[in-house]
């Protein structure tokens, strides 16, 4: 409902102000929450039978083939996680690196949310179309999300079983090497 009323020009330069406040504040405010507010296991977060570990989005989106054409945020906020590319291979990494996934799929969800303000001073057609690009601007990265973070759990889970295989392998040998040096 417009309350609002502005000229056209004016109505155009508070739509981009509006969304460049909105998008650095929201960004902002979700780099400074603490990463442990992130788990990977609540249902938000967790792949749903229906996405195929990710595939869906190979699928439909053929993500793969844009993906690394989409900017990363973590550039505009100091001390942000880079999750755009895996420099290391690590347990610890890859497992704030999908604790990090779920913070940039948070924040740009809630990045759609202020959408719903611009009918405050949007004519209704041009209110939606600000709806419109608030999801296509936000789903784009949520779909990134959701397609990378099965592949990361992949790897964790493979870094898990190869770890747990060596630590199991170890104790034997230890044990092997202890009964073999006993007394008796």
Same mark, same amino acid.
């Given at each position: 409902?417009?309350?609002?009323?502005? =000229?056209? @020009? =004016?109505?155009? #330069?508070?739509?981009?102000?509006?969304?460049? /406040? #909105?998008?650095?504040?929201?960004? !902002?405010?979700? =780099?400074?929450?603490?990463?442990? #507010?992130?788990?990977?296991?609540?249902?938000? !977060?967790?792949?749903?039978?229906? *996405?195929?570990?990710?595939?869906?989005?190979?699928?439909?989106?053929?993500?793969? =083939?844009?993906?690394?054409?989409? +900017?990363?945020?973590?550039?505009?906020?100091?001390?942000?996680?880079?999750?755009?590319?895996? +420099?290391?291979?690590?347990?610890?990494?890859?497992?704030?690196?999908?604790?990090?996934? /779920?913070?940039? *799929?948070?924040?740009?969800?809630?990045?759609?949310?202020?959408? #719903?303000?611009?009918?405050?001073? &949007?004519?209704? *057609?041009?209110?939606?179309? @600000?709806? $419109? !690009?608030?999801?296509? &601007?936000? @789903?784009?990265?949520?779909?990134?999300?959701?397609?990378?973070?099965?592949?990361?759990?992949?790897?964790?889970?493979?870094?898990?079983?190869?770890?747990?295989?060596?630590?199991?392998? @170890?104790?034997?040998?230890? $044990?092997?090497?202890?009964?073999?040096?006993?007394?008796?």
């Amino acid at each position: 409902m417009r309350i609002f009323f502005l =000229s056209e @020009m =004016s109505t155009l #330069f508070v739509d981009i102000f509006a969304w460049v /406040c #909105f998008h650095l504040g929201i960004g !902002y405010t979700c =780099s400074r929450i603490p990463v442990s #507010f992130f788990d990977p296991d609540q249902p938000l !977060y967790l792949t749903k039978t229906w *996405e195929k570990g990710g595939e869906i989005y190979e699928k439909i989106f053929h993500v793969r =083939s844009w993906k690394k054409w989409i +900017p990363s945020g973590a550039r505009v906020y100091s001390g942000a996680f880079e999750i755009k590319n895996l +420099p290391t291979y690590t347990f610890e990494y890859l497992d704030r690196w999908l604790k990090e996934s /779920c913070r940039a *799929e948070f924040c740009h969800w809630i990045m759609i949310f202020p959408g #719903f303000l611009f009918f405050l001073w &949007n004519s209704v *057609e041009a209110a939606w179309w @600000m709806m $419109a !690009y608030a999801v296509a &601007n936000n @789903m784009v990265p949520i779909i990134m999300q959701r397609y990378n973070r099965p592949r990361v759990r992949r790897m964790l889970e493979h870094l898990q079983k190869n770890s747990s295989s060596r630590m199991e392998h @170890m104790i034997k040998l230890d $044990a092997q090497e202890a009964l073999s040096h006993s007394y008796q």
